[in-house]
């Protein structure tokens, strides 16, 4: 039945494309069907080079023979790894506000719907057994309707995903540096059942990696063995 209904929407989003034609999403440009960006904001679109980062929270390295940034050399992460797939800065900064605060749903998911191939290898890979998300924040969700996470959760073929619960509060984070992020997010979530195995974080944007630090910690303390973060983009 979900194979019919695939079949179906493809012929229906095709005979659509034929009469109006998608534009790129981040220019006024018309596009092929499946395609996000046109050619010129392709390249402004840009991923994160792994080769060229920390091996565990995905970080720029200033020097080309480091496998470690100086935070996680000092003090390991409570994750395993954590990969962002694009530069969050530019047009996929602008993107990403503009799902958000315009609630242009269907922008987030043609960003996010051509890496799904890549990240069930990847939780494959990593032999992954279950998928969280973070806690929301009330108040954006009663604004927005709706919530990131959750929805990269879906578009990447994970049923299900754990929402793990707020122990604290935490303060708003955008002004805040590195060191007061973690000590803001220490404490603030909760696994409310017990898990076992690998696990998957999903979650919109890696910043200094606290929040996903945070829920780490938690899903271990309920038994996780090892944890796993994928975002759509990381701060460089
Ligand atoms: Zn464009
Ligand atoms: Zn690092």
Redesign the pocket.
């Known amino acids: 039945m979900m194979a019919q209904v695939e079949v179906l929407m493809k012929f229906v989003t095709k005979a659509v494309n034929l009469v109006f034609p998608p534009q ?1 999403i ?2 006024p ?1 018309f596009v092929q069907g499946h395609q996000t ?2 050619d ?2 392709r390249h402004l679109a840009v991923r994160v080079d792994v080769s060229e980062c920390c091996e565990i929270c995905s970080m720029p390295l200033r020097r080309a023979h480091e496998t470690l940034c100086i935070y996680c050399k000092s003090k390991r992460p409570a994750f395993e790894k954590a990969v962002g797939f694009y530069r969050y800065e530019g047009l996929v900064r602008e993107t990403l506000r503009r799902v958000k605060a315009q609630k242009r749903i269907t922008d987030g998911y043609r960003v996010a719907r051509p890496l799904r191939d890549e990240v069930q290898q990847m939780a494959e890979d990593w032999d992954v057994k279950g998928v969280a998300l973070v806690p929301p924040h009330a108040s954006a969700l009663r604004s927005r309707g709706f919530y990131l996470p959750a929805q990269l959760a879906g578009w990447w073929r994970f049923r299900r995903p754990l929402i793990l619960a707020e122990s604290r509060k935490a303060q708003k984070q955008a002004m805040l540096g590195r060191h007061e992020r973690s000590l803001n997010m220490e404490g603030t979530m909760e696994c409310l059942t017990e898990v076992s195995g690998n696990w998957l974080v999903v979650d919109d944007v890696i910043t200094t990696g606290a929040t996903a630090n945070e829920a780490a910690r938690a899903l271990r303390e309920a038994g996780a063995n090892a944890v796993f973060v994928l975002a759509m983009a990381r701060v460089p």
């Open positions: 790129c981040g220019c440009t960006w046109c010129i904001c």
